[in-house]
């Protein structure tokens, strides 16, 4: 059997491990436009801050790869997937054949849109090679700018002024992570960024970007001008689908997948940012574009590409991250737009202290923490496992709200001793 | 392979557990010297309470198919393949607290590495330089048992049995 992964990173690693498990012989080949080994791309803002070096950040070691007998083929782009002769073409015009194939070509930060951007000095914020340069320039001008105020601008702004760069960050709407949590949230953690030093602008969009070949201005909607060589853009994420445009492989958000991550041509399966599946809080199909859930539909799908023996669950908005040591996690669906929702918040912003459920009938689907997020993990359980919590409503919000209180509506489920070993649990014997 | 475990019944919730497994993730390991570290060392194993008011000591389950693995963005929480144990590199760490969102027994918890005060996450190591974890020492009850879960189910029944046949010779 000749698998192909085309991406390295977090799905295509998980999926090179969930083959092996079921695989030892088949032949893995797993080839990436990008020349380094798979790193952890979450981790270029530390390399930024300048705590983690390069070699700190490797996801997996070259020796992972020899260990798993994989072929890999590095700096290589893939152009298109020949669905009927199971071939993919490279931009060399060199084609690999496979007999199973893995689509997990991540996605592309969105670009403004605007006059001008296409100049040195503007950057996404999503590669090594991304970071290196907004180091180089960062260190030489010590003033950046931020477009975007979502978890990519605001853990860059992060990375820079720890390293002592000063930054604006810029925001289209009223609030920072607009995309991510509630305004109440929203406003705790613009005021404790700025507290930090990290200067916030809201209400403002970049109309122009002046300069000859290198950024020198900005133009920003009400007129204003700015200078500034260099600029960072977070605006979100588009799916790398160019590979199967012209293919009948399906997309909509990104491309479609079923409950086993394989796409609507069978033998083809996609995973990661590229993927879209359904979201367990909202029942919607999307595009989840985290970490976490490449890796766990990378290992699914590598499962399914030997066998179709594992069902994914859904995926699941969830996002943590850390400012200046105030921990932010925030899972699921919460910032409530309609009718039919319960949400029960309890806020104390002078100490930056926030927490909110977001309930829909007697379902848990949505959570967000400030400062304090021990036992985050158990609302993140209830949410998966869609559990009736009417029974513990009342302490929902207390910090005494843990695994034993939840214990016997978690494990009532079936899935979760599925997916969790019960080897250390209590025994309990009459 | 050997894991604790826990029999409820005998729990009475002194967190002598707790103070051990503090004191030997510390840097002096004494009790005395290590309650005036900066930062304090935390336990990572917790006495929680259950609905009904009863003591539940609480630790990492190593589970079979770890959630935290999946959603450590830092790569640095690994499976040993031999001991089957969820260990995380605590130098790879940085403290995003992604595993901290999706462990469902939220016994991964963030904190600070003593000596550099970092950030990182800490959870239930089973005290690797030890033969028998820290936690299972302190237990002044026996409640904490460390072995196979064959031996402790062996163990809670013939503690069980001894108590029935004591009630049957009093009586």
Not at chain 1, 51 to 59: A, H, M, P
Not at chain 1, 113 to 128: A, W
Not at chain 1, 368 to 384: F, M, P, Q, S, W
Not at chain 2, 163 to 169: D, F, G, S, V
């Given at each position: 059997?000749?698998?192909?992964?085309?991406?390295?990173?977090?799905?295509?690693?998980?999926?090179?491990?969930?083959?092996?498990?079921?695989?030892?012989?088949?032949?893995?080949?797993v080839?990436s436009n990008?020349?380094?080994?798979?790193?952890?791309?979450?981790?270029?803002?530390?390399?930024?801050m300048?705590t983690?070096?390069?070699?700190?950040?490797?996801?997996?070691?070259?020796?992972?790869?020899?260990?798993?007998?994989?072929?890999?083929?590095?700096?290589?782009?893939?152009?298109?997937?020949?669905?009927?002769?199971?071939?993919v073409?490279?931009?060399?015009?060199?084609?690999?054949?496979?007999?199973?194939l893995?689509?997990?070509t991540?996605?592309?930060?969105?670009?403004?849109?605007?006059?001008?951007?296409?100049?040195?000095?503007?950057?996404?914020?999503?590669?090594?090679?991304?970071?290196?340069?907004?180091i180089?320039?960062?260190?030489?001008?010590?003033?950046?700018?931020?477009?975007?105020?979502?978890?990519?601008?605001?853990?860059?702004?992060?990375?820079?002024?720890?390293?002592?760069?000063?930054?604006?960050?810029?925001?289209?709407?009223?609030r920072?992570?607009?995309?991510?949590?509630?305004?109440?949230?929203?406003?705790?953690?613009g005021?404790?960024?700025?507290?930090?030093?990290?200067?916030?602008?809201?209400?403002?969009?970049?109309?122009?970007?002046?300069?000859?070949?290198?950024?020198?201005?900005?133009?920003?909607?009400n007129g204003?001008?700015?200078?500034?060589?260099?600029?960072i853009?977070?605006?979100?994420?588009?799916?790398?689908?160019?590979?199967?445009?012209?293919?009948?492989?399906?997309?909509?958000?990104?491309?479609?997948?079923?409950?086993?991550?394989?796409?609507?041509?069978?033998?083809?399966?996609?995973?990661?940012?590229?993927?879209?599946?359904?979201?367990?809080?909202?029942?919607?199909?999307?595009?989840?574009?985290?970490?976490?859930?490449?890796?766990?539909?990378?290992?699914?799908?590598g499962?399914?590409?030997?066998?179709?023996?594992?069902r994914?669950?859904?995926?699941?908005?969830?996002?943590?991250?850390?400012?200046?040591?105030?921990?932010?996690?925030?899972?699921?669906?919460?910032?409530?737009?309609?009718?039919?929702?319960?949400?029960?918040?309890?806020?104390?912003?002078?100490?930056?202290?926030?927490?909110?459920?977001?309930?829909?009938?007697?379902?848990?689907?949505?959570?967000?923490?400030?400062?304090?997020?021990?036992?985050?993990?158990?609302?993140?359980?209830?949410?998966?496992?869609?559990?009736?919590?009417?029974?513990?409503?009342?302490?929902?919000?207390?910090?005494?709200?843990?695994?034993?209180?939840?214990?016997e509506?978690?494990?009532?489920?079936?899935?979760?001793?599925?997916?969790?070993?019960?080897?250390?649990?209590?025994?309990?014997i009459a | 392979?050997?894991r604790?475990?826990?029999?409820?019944?005998?729990?009475?919730?002194?967190?002598s557990?707790?103070?051990?497994?503090?004191?030997?993730?510390?840097?002096?390991?004494?009790?005395?010297?290590?309650?005036?570290?900066?930062?304090?060392?935390?336990?990572?194993?917790?006495?929680?309470?259950?609905?009904?008011?009863?003591?539940?000591?609480?630790?990492c389950?190593?589970?079979?198919?770890?959630?935290?693995?999946?959603?450590?963005?830092?790569?640095?929480?690994?499976?040993?393949?031999?001991?089957?144990?969820?260990?995380?590199?605590?130098?790879?760490?940085?403290?995003?607290?992604?595993?901290?969102?999706?462990?469902?027994?939220?016994?991964?918890?963030?904190?600070?590495?003593?000596?550099?005060?970092?950030?990182?996450?800490?959870?239930c190591?089973?005290?690797?330089?030890?033969?028998?974890?820290a936690?299972?020492?302190a237990?002044?009850?026996?409640?904490?048992?460390?072995?196979?879960?064959?031996?402790?189910?062996?163990a809670?029944?013939?503690?069980?049995?001894?108590?029935?046949?004591?009630?049957?010779?009093?009586?």
């Amino acid at each position: 059997m000749r698998y192909l992964i085309v991406g390295n990173c977090a799905a295509g690693v998980n999926a090179i491990e969930g083959i092996r498990r079921l695989d030892k012989d088949g032949e893995v080949t797993v080839i990436s436009n990008e020349n380094s080994l798979a790193y952890c791309r979450c981790l270029i803002t530390e390399y930024v801050m300048g705590t983690r070096r390069k070699e700190d950040i490797l996801y997996r070691e070259k020796e992972f790869y020899e260990k798993n007998r994989v072929n890999l083929i590095l700096g290589k782009e893939v152009v298109r997937v020949d669905v009927s002769k199971k071939r993919v073409i490279l931009q060399d015009n060199n084609s690999l054949s496979y007999d199973k194939l893995l689509i997990a070509t991540g996605a592309t930060p969105k670009s403004l849109g605007i006059k001008g951007e296409k100049k040195y000095g503007v950057f996404g914020f999503r590669t090594l090679s991304n970071a290196e340069e907004v180091i180089k320039i960062g260190e030489q001008v010590g003033r950046v700018v931020v477009f975007g105020g979502g978890l990519i601008g605001l853990k860059a702004a992060y990375g820079l002024k720890k390293r002592g760069i000063d930054v604006d960050v810029m925001v289209k709407s009223s609030r920072v992570l607009s995309q991510v949590i509630d305004t109440e949230a929203a406003h705790i953690i613009g005021r404790w960024l700025q507290e930090n030093g990290i200067s916030i602008r809201t209400g403002i969009a970049p109309q122009e970007i002046l300069g000859d070949k290198e950024v020198e201005e900005v133009i920003l909607d009400n007129g204003e001008r700015v200078r500034t060589k260099l600029v960072i853009i977070g605006k979100g994420v588009m799916c790398n689908t160019s590979l199967i445009k012209n293919s009948p492989i399906k997309t909509h958000w990104g491309i479609l997948t079923d409950d086993f991550l394989q796409t609507n041509i069978e033998g083809i399966f996609a995973a990661g940012d590229v993927a879209e599946t359904r979201d367990i809080a909202t029942g919607n199909r999307t595009v989840n574009a985290l970490w976490t859930a490449a890796c766990e539909q990378g290992k699914i799908a590598g499962m399914n590409m030997v066998k179709m023996i594992k069902r994914y669950p859904g995926s699941i908005g969830a996002n943590s991250a850390d400012f200046f040591g105030l921990p932010l996690i925030s899972v699921g669906y919460v910032r409530v737009k309609e009718e039919g929702y319960e949400q029960l918040i309890k806020s104390n912003p002078k100490e930056f202290k926030y927490k909110k459920v977001v309930l829909k009938g007697n379902r848990l689907v949505g959570f967000t923490a400030i400062k304090d997020i021990e036992n985050a993990g158990v609302y993140t359980a209830l949410i998966r496992k869609k559990v009736d919590v009417s029974s513990v409503k009342d302490i929902l919000l207390e910090d005494y709200l843990d695994y034993p209180k939840v214990r016997e509506l978690l494990e009532e489920k079936e899935g979760l001793r599925e997916s969790i070993s019960m080897q250390g649990e209590t025994i309990k014997i009459a | 392979m050997k894991r604790v475990f826990v029999d409820l019944d005998r729990c009475l919730g002194c967190h002598s557990c707790m103070i051990a497994c503090a004191v030997e993730h510390s840097l002096t390991k004494e009790l005395f010297k290590a309650v005036q570290e900066t930062p304090l060392p935390k336990t990572r194993i917790e006495v929680k309470t259950t609905e009904g008011g009863g003591s539940f000591p609480l630790q990492c389950r190593h589970c079979e198919e770890p959630y935290c693995i999946d959603a450590c963005i830092a790569g640095a929480i690994r499976k040993d393949p031999e001991t089957g144990l969820v260990l995380s590199d605590e130098k790879k760490c940085v403290g995003c607290w992604m595993c901290v969102m999706v462990c469902p027994f939220g016994v991964i918890r963030p904190s600070l590495i003593p000596d550099r005060r970092e950030k990182v996450a800490i959870r239930c190591d089973l005290c690797q330089d030890r033969e028998t974890p820290a936690c299972v020492e302190a237990c002044p009850t026996d409640a904490l048992f460390f072995g196979e879960a064959e031996e402790f189910k062996k163990a809670v029944m013939s503690r069980a049995r001894r108590r029935e046949n004591a009630l049957l010779n009093s009586g």
